[in-house]
Nanobody, 129 residues
Framework: QVRLVESGGGLVQAGGSLRLSCTPS????????MGWFRQAPGKEREFVAV????????RYVDSVKGRFTISRDNAKNTMDLQMNSLKPEDTAVYYC??????????????????????WGQGTQVTVSS
């Protein structure tokens, strides 16, 4: 059974940093596009960032560009999200996700939830002002 486990969430002051990690278990996802989404209270889940299966192409939502960096290590089967200069509006539950099919090409379609077939349980990020 495939599981995605997120870690690294927590409480941080505005301007601080956190690093989230996603570790799939049960299989390797080295040939799959992977991404991060977030959901704030009372809001819909939204796209944050996505990374190609090779790791050489990324895409971000405008609100996190220049502050967040997505990366992956296929040898270790992990994906990270480095979050710097955090703002209170970044407060949300963050979810990692994996594409439904292998060898995808990162494009605007990966900003849609339906593209992803496997999801983690989420990790809470709270940024205080």
């Amino acid at each position: 059974q495939v599981r995605l486990v997120e870690s690294g969430g927590g409480l941080v002051q505005a301007g601080g940093s956190l690093r989230l990690s996603c570790t799939p278990s049960g299989r390797t996802f080295s040939t799959y596009v992977m991404g991060w989404f977030r959901q704030a209270p009372g809001k819909e889940r939204e796209f944050v960032a996505v990374i190609s299966w090779t790791g050489n192409k990324t895409r971000y939502v405008d609100s996190v560009k220049g502050r967040f960096t997505i990366s992956r290590d296929n040898a270790k089967n992990t994906m990270d999200l480095q979050m710097n200069s955090l703002k209170p509006e970044d407060t949300a539950v963050y979810y990692c996700a994996v594409d439904r099919t292998p060898y995808g090409f990162v494009s605007a379609q990966y900003e849609r939830i339906g593209v992803f077939g496997s999801w983690g349980q989420g990790t809470q990020v709270t940024v205080s002002s």
